[in-house]
């Protein structure tokens, strides 16, 4: 599913180095957790997969079901499959929800080939999905994420993931902000898309989401480097010690 | 005292057209002579141009090169076949007033409905040619010696008096079309009243090319006490020509005007409003949005005269610039020493989608009274590049996704105005011209 090779960036405008040589491999179906200290790189790396500009890629490469993702839009590769549920999700005044879920979905059928949904089938869509996640009628008419709370903000992130249907969802720090209930329908949500041939990345601090959703592995990144790799039984070593011995290590 | 000044082309041209048009021109001895007055003042101070405070950012003299005679009359079959082609609302439910080559055309108007609807309708040039012909051509305060008033007050080749009696609330939008049938200048002049607690909606459209001659029309509202009065402008049109609109506004006391000027039009477009409250408990509401690309040039110009108290004003432009185009918003809100407890909130947004592009935003305060609440604020800026990714990054291509923030950005303003008959209408218009790219 996705292939990362020795990855190196930095960013553009100031030319600091961030990423120092990621490999990383995640097979079709696999859940894998990303945790590490603060600064260690972990949201730059979910922005270079989503394509965000304001990174330069010096070395390395990432193949995405084989193909080259670096030489690709970020809505191309959205519409091949990667999903990016933003850590702050941003709010766009006077984009309404519904008419942003609609372009967001039809765009991506049309890139595919596909024809674009009717109105009567998306509706029935989003009324499926969002039930759900707890999104209410209200939400979907407000512009989108616009005087969302910040549990609101993450079950959209998920409501947009479970509409999208992506091969590759990258979730960083979903859990940020949110209580125990929301907590618990966000983990649900992301659950209920687990399927063999639907791989996970997921960024976060804290093993207490993992509690929820239980990775396949969890790789420790420290300095732009993965330190540590293996089971779920890493994260609970991490929440008991901390990441100093990590630390320490790459240093 | 005047220096007398060195015509350019265009200034002596408008010189020789009103001196081989003025016996033509409708109106009584009085109208005649303001007429001549007002040429003399082109010919004495020129054009407006850069030097002149209000025309510091749209030269108007720099911009005319030559002056085309006024258009000629046309016959109604002429004007109706222009009409066909030249729909500007489409399936919109409304009346219509037409206005051709600067005429009122009573035959294609829908005089007998509205007369049923309590309005009624009278030609210009009739009204300027009887006794309250000269009060007619009345001109505000603020408006000064405006050079572009003064281009209408020599021209004005006729119109329309449209008059809402008291209490009749009109149950369909009115839409008021000039069309340019043919090549020449087009001045016209309409006058609407309302009468005490009359309610009427107006679109105002500009249709046909504008060609070599200038667009120069002026609308004369006035609001009666408690009458509520909401217009729509758009200044659309293709073409290299100037189009010039200028609004005089009066309102009466706890009544409402509500104002939207939509430009999306030819080189040189300018927008200018007076509106001053004379009574009070009232309220304007006057919104812009303006669309500009390629070297054009967009003006939105507006004084709102605070008389009297306890009356509330909001002002809120939006600006989209793209290529070389250049925008300018010039808002002044003047709070008299007696106008206590006025409410005035003026807001200028520009979104650049260009290195090229230029916006002079200048929002004023004059405030003399001490008891008031009165905001400004100007905003100049390009699109998020945040919000672009957010977009993206759910697979909405490039294009779209700044379509996409583009009308977001505008429809603050369309949706705050909040006239449904037309909020669908503009925001196509907004579809159509960021595709036309």
Redesign the interface.
């Known amino acids: 599913m996705l292939e990362i090779k020795n990855l190196h960036a930095r960013i553009a405008e100031d030319g600091s180095e961030i990423l120092r040589g990621i490999d990383l491999t995640v097979n079709p179906g696999e859940i894998h957790a990303i945790m590490g200290p603060n600064g260690s790189g972990k949201s730059t790396l979910s922005y270079i997969l989503?394509?965000?500009?304001d990174y330069e890629i010096t070395e390395g490469e990432i193949l995405f079901n084989g193909e080259n993702l670096l030489e690709m839009?970020?809505?191309e590769?959205?519409?091949a499959g990667v999903?990016?549920a933003?850590q702050y999700?941003?709010e766009?005044?006077?984009?309404a929800t519904m008419?942003?879920l609609k372009?967001?979905?039809n765009?991506?059928r049309k890139?595919r080939g596909e024809d674009a949904l009717s109105i009567p089938d998306f509706m029935k869509l989003v009324k499926a999905k969002s039930a759900d996640l707890n999104v209410t009628m209200d939400m979907l008419k407000r512009?989108l994420n616009v005087g969302f709370s910040g549990g609101e903000k993450k079950r959209a992130e998920i409501l947009?993931m479970a509409l999208?249907e992506p091969k590759l969802c990258v979730l960083d720090e979903t859990d940020s902000g949110l209580d125990i209930d929301a907590l618990r329908i966000v983990s649900e949500g992301v659950n209920k898309l687990r399927s063999p041939d639907r791989s996970m990345i997921v960024i976060t601090h804290y093993q207490r989401l993992l509690d929820h959703i239980v990775p396949d592995v969890v790789h420790v990144l420290s300095k732009g480097k993965i330190v540590k790799t293996g089971g779920k039984e890493l994260a609970l070593e991490l929440e008991k010690n901390g990441y100093a011995d990590y630390t320490g290590a790459a240093a | 005292m005047t220096t007398p000044i060195n015509l350019t082309q265009a200034e002596t041209g408008l010189v020789d057209r009103f001196d081989a048009a003025r016996t033509g021109l409708a109106g009584s001895d009085a109208v005649a002579a303001l007429r001549a007055s007002a040429a003399g003042q082109i010919k004495a101070k020129g054009l407006p141009h850069r030097r002149v405070e209000e025309y510091k950012y749209s030269d108007l003299r720099a911009f005319l090169k030559s002056a085309a005679p006024l258009a000629a009359a046309v016959s109604v079959d002429e004007a109706k076949a222009a009409l066909g082609a030249a729909d500007m609302l489409g399936e919109l439910d409304r009346y219509r007033i037409v206005i051709a080559n600067g005429s009122y055309v009573a035959e294609l108007s829908d005089v007998a409905a509205l007369e049923a609807e309590g309005v009624s309708l009278a030609d210009f040039n009739a009204a300027l040619a009887g006794d309250k012909g000269a009060a007619l051509l009345a001109q505000p305060k603020s408006a000064g010696t405006d050079g572009v008033l003064a281009l209408n007050t020599a021209f004005v080749q006729g119109g329309v008096v449209l008059s809402v009696k008291a209490g009749a609330e009109v149950s369909k939008p009115v839409e008021l079309v000039q069309i340019a049938v043919s090549e020449g200048a087009q001045v016209t002049r309409c006058r609407v009243e309302l009468g005490e607690g009359a309610k009427l909606r107006l679109v105002e459209t500009f249709a046909g090319k504008a060609g070599a001659g200038e667009t120069n029309a002026v609308f004369d509202y006035d609001v009666a006490d408690k009458a509520h009065l909401a217009t729509t402008r758009l200044m659309i049109s293709e073409g290299a020509g100037a189009v010039l609109a200028t609004t005089l506004s009066r309102i009466g006391a706890k009544a409402e005007l509500k104002t939207l000027c939509f430009i999306a039009g030819p080189d040189f477009t300018r927008n200018q409003q007076f509106v001053a409250f004379a009574g009070e408990n009232s309220e304007a509401k006057i919104y812009g949005v303006t669309l500009a690309r390629g070297k054009a040039l967009a003006d939105q110009t507006l004084i709102v005269d605070h008389a009297v108290p306890h009356c509330n004003s909001r002002e809120f432009f939006k600006t989209v610039l793209d290529d070389d185009a250049r925008g300018v918003y010039q808002g002044r809100i003047n709070v008299a020493q007696h106008a206590q407890k006025t409410d005035g909130e003026m807001m200028t947004q520009a979104l650049l989608l260009s290195e090229g592009a230029e916006m002079a935003n200048k929002p004023e305060l004059e405030i003399f009274a001490d008891d008031v609440i009165c905001a400004h604020g100007a905003t100049c800026g390009e699109i998020d590049e945040d919000l672009l990714f957010y977009l993206r990054a759910r697979g909405i291509p490039l294009e779209e996704a700044k379509t996409l923030l583009v009308l977001a950005f505008l429809s603050e303003a369309i949706e705050e105005f909040a006239e449904e008959d037309v909020t669908e209408i503009l925001e196509q218009r907004v579809r159509d011209w960021l595709a036309a790219k």
Request: net charge negative.
């Open positions: 989503a394509g965000k500009e839009e970020p809505d590769r959205a519409a999903f990016l933003f999700p941003i766009i005044p006077g984009v008419e942003f372009t967001a979905i765009a991506q890139a512009p947009q999208l």
